[in-house]
């Protein structure tokens, strides 16, 4: 049999000796799904269910018939601790016939021998390379396995002593993505970004926008960001409000947020903060159960799987908020939030379910329309207002925007997105499909606009 790796979570591998060869694996990670083909379909692997402590590999020679003479090999058997005479004694994984499962149960699973034993059973940090001055302290978090570390990968109690890759995994084990490249490549990353700021005082980059682009750069952000979807509920992106424009800081470390000014070096305003966090629900669910993912925007908060969570702060949360928020939650409780329900596709750019709501919040946190209009209606409400929506100003004061013609008026109905005369005029609300405060919106449409940037 050809030497197969399998991988186990929480199982003692076994790979079954059906012919020549045979090899034993020890492997505690992940998921493997085709273990449970060839183990139960395919009689080649099996699994053995026992802790640890309670097994024993041990040796035993076995007398084999050769044309050139009889020789003694050693072979590998697992026994059972228990059966194991004097073990305190015994400085050799030799074993009698006697200490073998076998001698008591013949037809123990694994009473026949195998020629290798892989051991993968995780690893523990190795502080032995620091001196005691330097040597950071053992996290709680992880078992005591790694070292700990600050928010921003600092070791705990030895200023300038970073550590990152897996080692860093403290900060979020088992609920999150650094304890692998795919994950600790962006906080890596952030760390870079620290070191720029406190060592050369570079600034964390970021983006001024106006406010009326802000939702069109998050949908963009939602639909690229790498970061803040692998390193879920570890990064995410902060939106500093300013009035008629904001600055965007992509990627940010969230445990360090009552620490953003210095490790950033951005200054937080009168008008407060966004963070956009992806995360996962926080109720334990079946998750290939029938109703395991939410749909209805006006439930995004039940979402399960992982989505996009806005959080709306008018002052910097404190090392004491941090340490006292919610269980399960990246953040403390802020003065508002929002979801933005689940997608099957991670495509949150649809205009009822993701859009328009994600609108509304925002004109809530910024206290203005951020509405989209065309030119004419911005003339109008120029005329009429003393003070035309953000838009108008930003654009078509500005001699900017965009004329509306009947080519585009017809695109618009053509994909359904706007109401008819007759569905506003009728009872409003009335078709399920096409609710109430979509035709309120009216300009909702433009709401998702592209960027040229
Ligand atoms: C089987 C397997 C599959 C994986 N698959 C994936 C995957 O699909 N996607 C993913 O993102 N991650 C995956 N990972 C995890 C990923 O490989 C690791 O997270 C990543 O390699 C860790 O990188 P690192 O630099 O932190 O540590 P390492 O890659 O372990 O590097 C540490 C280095 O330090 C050296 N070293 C150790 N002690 C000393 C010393 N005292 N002196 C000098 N040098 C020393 C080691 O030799 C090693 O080269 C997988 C891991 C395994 C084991």
Redesign the pocket.
């Known amino acids: 049999m050809p030497a197969q790796t399998g991988v186990i979570d929480s199982f003692l591998g076994v790979f079954q000796p059906k012919a020549g060869r045979a090899d034993l694996f020890l492997f505690f990670r992940a998921v493997n799904n085709d273990l449970i083909d060839t183990y139960q379909l395919k009689s080649l692997d099996g699994l053995a269910e026992a802790r640890l402590e309670k097994i024993g590999i041990t040796q035993r020679k076995e007398k084999s018939s050769r044309r050139a003479g009889t020789q003694n090999k050693a072979k590998l058997y697992l026994t059972l601790k228990k059966h194991i005479q004097h073990q305190e004694k015994k400085n050799s994984s030799d074993v009698s016939g006697e200490e073998m499962p076998g001698y008591h149960i013949d037809n123990f699973s694994m009473r026949k021998p195998y020629d290798r034993v892989i051991r993968c059973l995780g690893f523990r940090f190795?502080f032995s390379?620091f001196d005691s001055s330097a040597c950071p302290p053992i996290s709680d978090n992880a078992k005591g396995r790694l070292p700990g570390v600050t928010p921003w990968y600092e070791g705990m109690n030895t200023p300038g002593l970073f550590v990152l890759?897996?080692?860093a995994h403290s900060r979020d084990y088992r609920s999150s993505a650094g304890?692998?490249?795919?994950g600790f490549r962006y906080t890596v990353r952030a760390v870079h970004r620290v070191l720029e700021q406190r060592y050369h005082s570079n600034l964390w980059p970021s983006t001024k926008l106006l406010t009326t682009q802000l939702q069109s750069w998050i949908l963009k952000r939602l639909s690229e960001a790498s970061g803040p979807y692998q390193m879920f509920q570890v990064l995410g992106d902060v939106i500093l409000l300013r009035g008629s424009h904001c600055e965007y800081v992509e990627e940010f470390t969230l445990q360090a947020l009552p620490q953003f000014s210095s490790v950033s070096g951005h200054e937080v305003s009168e008008h407060g903060l966004i963070v956009l966090v992806m995360q996962y629900g926080n109720n334990k669910i079946d998750f290939l159960g029938r109703s395991r993912a939410e749909t209805d925007w006006t439930k995004a908060w039940k979402s399960n799987f992982l989505h996009p969570v806005l959080y709306y702060y008018d002052t910097l949360p404190t090392e004491e908020d941090m340490r006292l928020r919610p269980t399960g939650w990246p953040l403390p409780r802020p003065k508002a939030m929002h979801h933005m329900v689940e997608d099957f596709l991670a495509e949150w750019d649809t205009p009822i379910s993701h859009i328009q709501p994600l609108r509304r919040f925002l004109e809530h946190c910024v206290q203005t329309d951020l509405r989209a209009f065309y030119a004419e209606s911005c003339f109008r409400s120029s005329l009429t207002h003393r003070k035309p929506p953000l838009f108008c100003q930003q654009g078509y004061l500005k001699r900017q925007g965009v004329a509306h013609n009947t080519q585009l008026w017809q695109q618009v109905h053509g994909a359904g997105l706007m109401p008819t005369e007759q569905e506003t005029g009728k009872t409003s609300g009335s078709d399920p499909a096409f609710p109430n405060y979509l035709a309120q919106a009216g300009a909702s449409v433009s709401s998702g606009l592209k960027l040229d940037f």
């Open positions: 190795n390379v890759g897996t080692a304890g692998f490249v795919h």
